[in-house]
């Protein structure tokens, strides 16, 4: 082999991924064949059980470690085998049927679906519309997003990856509601993102001729997301909140650009200041290896972080209107969906955590 | 010739193009060309002085009428010979400069820059960065939204035509404000943009690499349309207002999404309801040609509006946050610039109002 | 109504659209809404049975005779009752067996799917896969390319549009090949097509993650679009005669590019020159309203002919290779499909040809 | 730091990138970045001189070792000192220029432009338009083909590494060329490339509006890549040969497809068949790290190739027409351009050669 690898072989870490066939499981397919530490063990889809790696995703046909890859239909048994740690990358619903034995049998279980973000199995009920289907789980998965809950990882089993509209919300604000910066029940989000975001599913209104010269809002008023959303900003408020999100969906292959607007506190010496601002996220965020905090000259733009697990966040308190706007892009795909749950891996089994993610 | 044209040739308006070499120029060469009513005699470009219609817009060399259109350097008397009314496609600044004269001269003006937008000539400076050209023409301008100012276009002489932002805002907020449903002082407006918006001009931040698979806001805190948007909002509030607006650049060609997010009015019984909503903009909006109410299963999409002059306008009341969704879309090059030009035009000279306009 | 319409709705000719739920169908009732001398009485699609034209397709709600439309299933009786003209927009296999009943009954039939463009039905099995479900209609069917079978059409009953690739290779080529300028057997085309032209089914490949930032060739060495191609060329060459054709998926929606390198012939005075190609194109299109033959500047863009009827040509010899270029673009669903089907209903009616086609 | 470096740091080979604000420049420094054995040390740029990496490429900031790095204005004293290996992505005239001073002070130079591709100063006069600058150096300069010149780049102080185009056409070609079983003179090329190909300059033609929803052919009959496609096929034809090549802009940002059909050549047991076509492929390329040759299932493109330094290659013989069509996928701005002259780099400084381009 041409490619020089440092790091034996025999202390790699054993991963399955359950749900390989979709665009994040592709993506985690791409970022795990390329993890220093990491051995891609089981790949699985119903879909393309038997057929190799290099059929489905030709581009992965030549990286290291690909060529032995098949899919295979998903088998608790032969996966506890096989893998220390699985990535579901499932519909919810289907993931906590596929996390519940997998957590029985000792294996670490990094979950992308919404099954183990909400801890209110009776809010889970109202905005995904069923019961749960493995409620005795919630109260030990932790809500993954490692710039807020990095202790929390570092011994978890069960890892509920954020969702890609909540991270892109939640990391400006979280640093701003827990020092009452600002008043998070104004708050009014406002996101767009890339098609990939609703899956590689065939459906009239995302295909390319529905999509390319469209922008549209969708879930106006309602979208699943705002349960986790709500529920993290409540909890970093020390009440119950609710907040005005409204994505969209524009003609671009990835990334989620946020916009907000929310009004900054009311102190004694009058409102919050931006430098009170800026300086809670320079703090809430200094070292951070994915957190990328722009000046005063830059907005936030999909394009600088496609392809990386970073998050670019801005902002700026309007002199006309007395708001602030908070301004966040990331890539659906990584900061918010598989490279920040590779992120968690790095952090639960002591890796660098910038390992296999500097794109 | 094939084309079977019913108007007397000797009745059609005699129509000039000052500027026709940019996005908005083009789209009004195109309808001009096609208006039954309508003779293009003046195209004026500096950049194209002397060339032919076809060898610049190859697709309209074939319209009636165009082989013998040449574009020219403008010269005002020559202008004021040949055409009863004159499109100004220019650029802030430059349009005043030409409108005078030919106001003077007796010509009809419809201004599409923001030169004759704004009544208050120390907004203008403070928005646009210099002294006005012609401050002594502002309280004659008419500002060309056709559905809340026919009466006045009608026996105008120099129609401001309004920006493309702006039309997006106003045509769904106006009517509510007037009737009070609205607090306008909580409004957050959030505008996707097609890349046209930025105009024909050779700038790296506009290259196809640099927009496609990319989305930014920009603006963040001051665009120059909040001027004209704030000034029709305060007159339909009777107080002055200020608002939130953040403008949004998108990978299309064309077309424009707003989604608002306002806090309804409070009235003794209780907040504004939805069915208080509905009911002012179907009463305000009920037989306009151009404007499309969604019911309550539908949203706003530009690809259902780009090549249109018409408006989409949607409404939800937020049940969780009790906020008031408006959601808008349009073409920025037609309803958002040249559409609603020759819609003023058709008003101003007595014609069916779609006339050339129905696409 | 607002709009002026100067033809006496009494004359008007009664249309239907059968199969009026994809792209090509879509591009139909708009043209046909906007037609001077048509009045659309019927519209025909299982899956919007009972729907509105509005609900389906919001752009059109507005256009004139629109809000009393609604989409029903089928039904040869009553479509025969209702209309003198019957535009087919359905799948090839499906069209013919629509066709024959109509066309018993006196309807003129106006075919875009492929069911009626081979001659030869052990052709048709070749291509298509299966027995041709009309034979004995194929001899009273004309290939209806407009510039090449205006006679035909006029007295035609059954017209069998041309597909969109066919269009583009042979309308730059059948001029040369009658004059015996080129040597048809060593023409090389490649054309790139629009994800339009896939059609409107949902379809992982035509999904815009899977078409945007992606080209690609695809029916190698094999398209059934050779059979149409093939068929007319050889009867141009008055020999059989096979071409090579490459189609590609390019990321636009709409628009076809073909490119064709082929070898002049040679003649006693050495091979064919530049000056006899541009001499045969000019004559063979001299008046021709939806042709436009480009000058020595210019090169054909889809962007250029998109929205219209038009098929944009150059011509240029390689003093290098001694091979002859032909270049062509043109809107796949409009000279390519619906566009090219109207210019032929137009003809058949004795109307302007241009009638409706002027966008 | 957290990632986890394994090569010491002192055995880093010290690299200057000059000319690095187009496309081609932006791309090498990613990838020399994240290169495991190479330390960037240089920077140059006119338009930057003196701003930080980080503010010109967002993206990079948080590469290691990027927030020490300045773009500076180019000086050769100072990046001798500093570099032993520079590259240039520079336009062609200037690179020659800097060459020159470079290869004299006993740097290894790999230049992305076509300064040095062309092995006779005439024909660059010819494609290029002005006299060579530094003839002097045509003869020791290696066209950095990796797959074909891998001896010779080991031992090179100049490279001259390929065009995209080229590139496309040759890998396919040459070992079919070689071996005898293609008539060359008979190959017509179809070339459909990214808009990144047209580098970062603002021009009207390559702004968003321009190119997006365009399709167009340029160059047609001419192309300076002719030169060196030419001068390659002549070198393994043994013969000088011209051939048929159309460039074609798409809008997608990167990518370029190649499509190619071409006479089989006559032996005496009749044409060439497919199975000695594909032999001959998988011979020459038979543990090519970058060439994957695809299968009779699957067909080029460029999306399974983007951000990849992978050419995908496929072959079909045409039963109708008795041509072979060839087809390749890569991405121009690294197979094409900074990813192939890294290729370079690592075969010259004798490291693996898949170093740093596993991504």
């Keep these: 082999m041409r490619f020089m690898n440092p790091v034996d072989p025999s202390t790699k870490i054993k991963v399955a991924i359950i749900g390989a066939s979709g665009y994040s499981g592709e993506e985690l397919v791409k970022l795990l064949l390329l993890h220093p530490h990491v ?36 088998d608790t048994p032969s996966i506890l085998q096989r893998a220390e ?5 499932l519909p919810h619903g289907v993931a906590a049927e596929f996390a519940e034995p997998l957590v029985a049998g000792g294996c670490q279980v990094i979950d992308l679906s919404a099954d ?42 069960l890892i509920a990856s954020p969702g890609c509209y909540p991270t892109s919300i939640l990391l400006p604000t979280l640093p701003l509601i827990g020092d009452g910066l600002i008043q998070p029940a104004t708050l009014v989000a406002n996101s767009l993102s890339g098609v990939s975001g609703a ?29 986790e959303i709500e529920q993290e900003i409540s909890l970093a408020a020390q009440a119950p909140t609710v907040i005005q999100f409204t994505p969209h969906l524009i003609p671009v292959n990835r990334g989620i650009l946020t916009t907000m607007s929310v009004a900054p506190s009311k102190q004694a010496e009058g409102p919050v200041g931006i430098d009170q601002i800026e300086a809670c996220l320079c703090q809430a965020y200094e070292g951070e290896p994915f957190v990328r905090l722009l000046g005063p000259e830059a907005l936030p733009d999909t394009k600088h972080v496609v392809g990386t697990n970073h998050i670019e966040i801005a902002w700026r308190m309007d002199p ?40």
């Design 199 to 227: 899956g590689r599913k065939a459906d009239i209104p995302f295909l390319f001729v529905e999509c390319n010269e469209s922008v549209r809002s969708y879930g106006v008023t309602f979208h699943r997301h705002l349960s």
């Design 116 to 157: 183990f973000r909400i801890r209110d199995s009776k809010v889970y009920r109202e905005f995904y519309g069923s019961e749960h289907p493995a409620p005795q789980l919630l109260s030990q998965a932790v809500y993954g997003l490692p710039e807020w809950r990095r202790e929390a990882i570092r011994s978890a089993q």
């Design 39 to 74: 051995q891609l063990t089981v790949l699985t889809s119903r879909q393309y059980n038997g057929r190799s790696l290099g059929e489905i995703f030709p581009r992965f046909a030549s990286l290291p470690g690909a060529c032995d890859l098949r899919f295979e239909a998903p």
């Design 320 to 359: 006309r209107t007395g708001r602030l706007m908070l301004m966040s892009a990331e890539d659906n795909l990584l900061k918010g969906a598989g490279g920040q749950a590779i992120q968690s891996m790095n952090i639960l089994r002591g890796l660098p955590e910038t390992a296999g993610l500097l794109l």
């Design 85 to 89: 740690v699985a990535f579901l990358a």
